[in-house]
């Protein structure tokens, strides 16, 4: 650059000095020059045209957003291999699985009394009149808050009304149900007390069968609040709000705190534990979801860093073989452990696309294919046998 700048401030000074004496020799070096320029510029355009329509197949060319990926032919197979038997070990689960996220008893006690947030429209829940259905529902008799303790039948009725779906074989449809029975009379209390029958849906308007069906559209089918709400007062014609169906989720997730503890229970009962945890973005902030499965039961956690403490907490004296990656937080759980397979193959397959020309890493992976390639085609044929498996005992050991 250095020099260019000084060729043009000498053609200046040319410039310059032919204006004032018109020197012919002063004119035939300044033409020399633009001349000399100007097929310059033209190689350098020519160039460039060829670098930009042949880019892709030259390997002398790179791009800047995304490099290219070199290898030998010797290092393309072993990718290929490599990267196929890492595209056949993913698997689609078919099954329903349960998302269970840890409750902060601080922040429940803090929840916020009825109604909206400050600045938020207000929204009146219209509770119909007409029902479908009327269930009469028995009085209670005794009291729970004093044991043994006779309550006297009043002439006080307590109704309620539930929305719900009914699932059928050949699709779903809403129903009405009303519930309708006398409360009783605590003298010990001096309060009424709503018949059991009303008292277990807890106000909620919703029954069991609608909230479920709102959650499946949010979790599984991963809508947008505001497209369920629309497809609910399409199809049902009911008005509900993005609060109600978070209110939704965190009911059921109260509601099957049970079937959680027992899947966790059948995952620590296996011989064999896997282990995984991604980073989620949640409102802003980075928090971590941890998956523990034993191939049938799934459990799923949330933290906000990625300690393995919770890991360590829920393994305590766990006998089994617990599966992870190369995290470096696994390792201070105390059980055996074995390294998952695939994320071994990913990352040599990375290492190798990283060092595509290192002759010794290439003979090595080559190795490696040899020993790993027929033992998974075994397992594709004959399944994880023994009997089919040992012959490859020494392959390995050497």
């Keep these: 650059m250095d020099l260019l700048r000084c060729f043009w401030l000498a053609e200046i000074v040319w410039r310059l000095k032919w204006e004032a004496s018109k020197s012919d020799d002063l004119k035939n070096r300044i033409i020399t020059y633009n001349l000399e320029d100007c097929s310059a510029l033209k190689i350098l355009l020519s160039e460039l045209r060829d670098i930009g329509q042949a880019a892709?197949?030259?390997?002398?060319?790179?791009?800047?957003?995304?490099?290219?990926?070199?290898?030998?032919?010797?290092?393309?197979?072993?990718?290929?291999?490599?990267?196929?038997?890492?595209?056949?070990?993913?698997?689609?689960?078919?099954?329903?699985?349960?998302?269970?996220?840890?409750?902060?008893?601080?922040?429940?006690?803090?929840?916020?009394?009825p109604g909206g947030l400050k600045g938020h429209p207000a929204f009146r829940r219209v509770i119909p009149v007409k029902a479908g259905k009327i269930i009469r529902v028995r009085r209670p008799t005794k009291c729970q808050r004093h044991s043994g303790q006779t309550m006297k039948m009043t002439d006080k009725l307590a109704a309620h009304t539930v929305i719900d779906l009914v699932f059928t074989k050949s699709g779903y449809r809403k129903t009405i149900t009303k519930y309708v029975g006398r409360m009783s009379y605590c003298r010990q209390c001096e309060r009424h007390h709503l018949p059991p029958g009303i008292k277990r849906f807890k106000g909620r308007l919703y029954g069991h069968g609608f909230r479920a069906w709102a959650v499946y559209q949010r979790i599984t089918l991963r809508h947008p609040y505001s497209a369920i709400c629309q497809v609910v007062e399409d199809l049902f014609g009911e008005s509900i709000t993005d609060a109600s169906i978070i209110n939704f989720m965190v009911d059921l997730a109260e509601h099957y705190v049970i079937s959680e503890r027992m899947l966790l229970k059948r995952i620590l009962a296996s011989p064999f534990i896997h282990v995984d945890e991604t980073k989620i973005n949640v409102q802003g902030a980075d928090h971590y979801v941890w998956v523990l499965t034993d191939g049938t039961h799934v459990v799923f956690r949330l933290t906000e860093t990625r300690e393995?403490?919770?890991?360590?907490?829920?393994?305590?004296?766990?006998?089994?073989?617990?599966?992870?990656?190369?995290y470096g937080g696994y390792d201070s759980c105390k059980c055996r452990q074995q390294k998952c397979l695939v994320h071994l193959i990913r990352d040599l397959n990375d290492d190798l696309w990283k060092n595509p020309f290192d002759l010794e890493f290439e003979s090595f992976l080559g190795a490696f294919r040899d020993v790993l390639v027929p033992i998974v085609a075994d397992v594709d044929?004959?399944?994880?046998?023994?009997?089919?498996?040992?012959?490859?005992?020494?392959?390995?050991?050497?």
């Design 381 to 398: 044929k004959y399944g994880l046998k023994r009997c089919h498996l040992s012959k490859h005992g020494q392959k390995v050991d050497r």
């Design 308 to 326: 393995a403490a919770l890991i360590q907490g829920i393994l305590k004296g766990y006998k089994g073989v617990l599966i992870t990656d190369f």
């Design 56 to 113: 892709t197949t030259r390997s002398d060319v790179d791009f800047a957003d995304a490099p290219k990926q070199n290898s030998t032919a010797s290092g393309q197979r072993i990718h290929n291999l490599l990267e196929a038997i890492l595209r056949s070990a993913h698997a689609e689960y078919k099954k329903n699985r349960i998302c269970v996220a840890e409750r902060d008893s601080e922040n429940e006690a803090s929840r916020k009394g």
